[in-house]
Every structure is written in structure tokens, then in C-alpha cells.
């Protein structure tokens, strides 16, 4: 059995955020937030930990809302508190946070290494500085750049979170972005397509017709070929598309934009479509295909999307697996 990774989300809105993104709506409706206090935090912990099996599991606690290191120093120190114990009973394994890439200091990051975090992740959204600025995020390229480059100094793991989709953006600058982050040593990445969220600026903007969200299909491509990007440069991806319990999102709060529950689902689809096309040219009838488990669901494709494409060439397709296969590679045979 293979060790499993699980993550103690713990959301701490930062209730006097003085930033305005455009497509954040944390500010509007922080009067019906609850900050956890630190001694909630330790139930969700323990509650948590209480549903996963003890064996082979790496367990992270992840402190996330934005911008864990803009809250006051002292309420950063007793979250952190509260995590201490547990990491050194060995019931966790990690402590990770996000923040933004504007509030790095050689200061923060002595603290955080003090409190043993291990991972920080920053919401660096895109490369670009037009596209920053389009989107009112308040910071630069330059200080991702410089953000991170302490981050690695100071031995963290580097987390650059980036959006797709944001005003201003384009396919290439989005390609340009995961370059940049590759470039930039990060370890882990999250995509997140840009939704229209109600009570945020960019519903004003798509209201008015100054901002059309991606559609859907593009939305699914566009992460494809930032994945592409990232696998090669060997940064885990380890979140695309919004969560569905995640934030703030529910169905009532979404206005439009490329949201679906298992969008992940859909651009690895499309990723192994790119493998499994080739079989299309085929004079046989049968065909089956040999892919490693983790994958088999990503091969048959969401709702079976890649067997149904198979089908229109094929009277039989049947999928099988082998553990000794590595990542998207595959076999297949006709019969
Ligand atoms: S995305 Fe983060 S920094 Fe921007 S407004 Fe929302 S909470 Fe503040």
C-alpha cells in the first residue's frame, strides 16, 4: 500500500485584509466569517485526525485563507503553537501555509522556521504585471521573484500558487507563467481558473461586458499545457480547479466562470487523450490498453470520455492495469 499524503485544512480569513483583488470577495463578506481561535484549531486537528488511518500516511497541517503571515505576529505565534505538540508526537508530519508574496521578510521567515513550517506556499497568480495589476493584487512580479528566492534560501519548500484566466491574460502568458515558476525552483503548484464570484469586482467588470470569464473547454486546455509545463520541470501539481468545499465557493456565490467538481479530472482526461489518440489509426477491431491504476481513471477519461472516442474506431476497448508502469505511459495490444 502506498503512503498516502493528507492535508488539515485550516481556513484563517484574514479579517482586515487590505487588499482588494478583483476577484476575491473575502472582504465583503469577512463580517460572516468565524476566525478559529486557536484552541478551535486544535479540535479541527484532532477531530481530523481521528477520520484518517494511522498507517502509512504523511499528515500535513495546512494553514490557508490568504495571507497567513498578515495577521498580527502574536495570533500567527499561537496558531503555530497549537500545531507545535502533534508535529513533535509525530502524529503530523508538516506544517505548510499560504500567504502572499508581498509579505516575505527575512523576519517572517525566521519566525516561520522557528514554528518548524515547512512549506510555504505563495499565491504569486501570474508573471505578468499587467495581468497584477489588471487584477488589483497590490504586488509585483518582482516581489514573487525576490519572495521566493528567500523562501529557498531559508530551505522551505515553495509552494507559487497561479490563476488562469484573470484580465489581461492570454494562453502564452499563462505558459510564460508556469515557465517562470519552474525557472523559479518552485516544488508544488496549484491552477486555479479564474471564476466570476458575486460581490467582487469582476462581477461589475463581467456585468459590463469588460471581462469575459474562460469557457469551459478553454479553461480545461489552458491547464493542460500549463500541467505539460510543470510536469516537466518536475513541480507537483498538487490542486487544479477550485475545490468544491473550498474557500468560499458554493453554488450561490458563483456568477460564471469555468467551474466544474472534477476539473482536474477533465484536463487529465484531455492530457491522455493526447497519448491515446496515436491508437486511432488502426486496422484492428479489439484493442486493449495496460496503464498503471493511478491512472486508469484519467486513460477511460471523465464519464468515460477517451473509451468513447476509442469506440468510434473500435468494436472493444477494454482498459487493464499494471503497477510496473510509470506516470502516462502505456501498452496496448489488439486481440
Ligand atoms: S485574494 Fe487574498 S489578498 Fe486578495 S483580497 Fe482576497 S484575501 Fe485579500
Not at 28 to 47: A, F, M, N, Q, R
Request: aromatic letters at 10%; hydrophobic letters at 35%.
Amino acid at each position: 500500500m502506498d503512503t498516502k499524503h493528507y492535508t488539515i485544512p485550516v481556513f484563517i480569513p484574514e479579517l482586515a485584509c487590505p487588499f482588494q483583488c478583483i476577484f476575491c470577495n473575502q472582504r465583503k463578506i469577512s463580517g460572516h466569517l468565524k476566525v478559529p481561535s486557536p484552541e478551535e484549531v486544535k479540535d479541527i486537528i484532532g477531530k481530523y485526525l481521528e477520520t484518517i488511518p494511522t498507517r502509512k500516511r504523511v499528515v500535513e497541517i495546512g494553514f490557508f485563507g490568504g495571507n497567513f503571515t498578515g495577521i498580527p505576529q502574536a495570533e500567527q505565534e499561537a496558531y503555530l503553537k497549537v500545531a507545535i505538540p502533534y508535529l513533535e508526537q509525530g502524529k503530523i508530519q508538516g506544517i505548510r501555509l499560504s500567504t502572499r508574496p508581498d509579505y516575505i521578510s527575512v523576519t517572517v521567515l525566521k519566525l516561520l522556521k522557528k514554528y518548524k513550517v515547512n512549506t510555504i506556499e505563495l499565491g504569486a497568480q501570474s508573471m505578468h504585471d499587467e495581468v497584477l495589476q489588471r487584477s488589483s493584487r497590490g504586488h509585483t512580479v518582482q516581489d514573487t521573484i525576490t519572495a521566493s528566492g528567500l523562501i529557498r534560501k531559508f530551505n522551505f519548500r515553495l509552494g507559487l500558487q497561479m490563476m488562469i484566466g484573470l484580465p489581461g491574460d492570454s494562453l502564452e502568458l499563462a505558459m510564460d507563467t508556469a515557465t517562470q515558476i519552474v525557472e523559479l525552483r518552485a516544488d508544488n503548484t496549484r491552477i486555479y481558473p479564474t471564476l466570476v464570484i458575486k460581490e467582487t469586482k469582476l462581477e461589475e467588470l463581467y456585468h459590463n461586458k469588460k471581462y469575459k470569464p474562460l469557457p469551459l473547454d478553454d479553461a480545461v486546455f489552458w491547464s493542460k499545457e500549463v500541467f505539460k509545463i510543470f510536469e516537466k520541470g518536475r513541480v507537483k501539481v498538487i490542486r487544479m480547479g477550485l475545490h468544491p468545499s473550498e474557500g468560499l465557493i458554493t453554488g450561490k456565490e458563483l456568477v460564471a466562470g469555468p467551474f466544474h467538481k472534477s476539473f482536474r479530472e477533465l484536463a487529465m482526461t484531455e492530457l491522455w487523450w493526447e497519448e491515446l489518440k496515436q491508437l486511432t489509426n488502426n486496422k484492428y477491431k479489439s484493442i486493449r490498453i495496460t496503464v498503471h491504476p493511478k491512472q486508469l481513471n484519467f486513460a477511460v477519461g471523465y464519464s468515460a470520455k477517451n473509451k468513447k472516442r476509442l469506440l468510434e474506431h473500435y468494436n472493444t476497448v477494454v482498459y487493464q492495469t499494471d503497477v510496473e508502469l510509470e506516470g502516462r505511459d502505456f501498452y496496448a495490444d489488439n486481440y
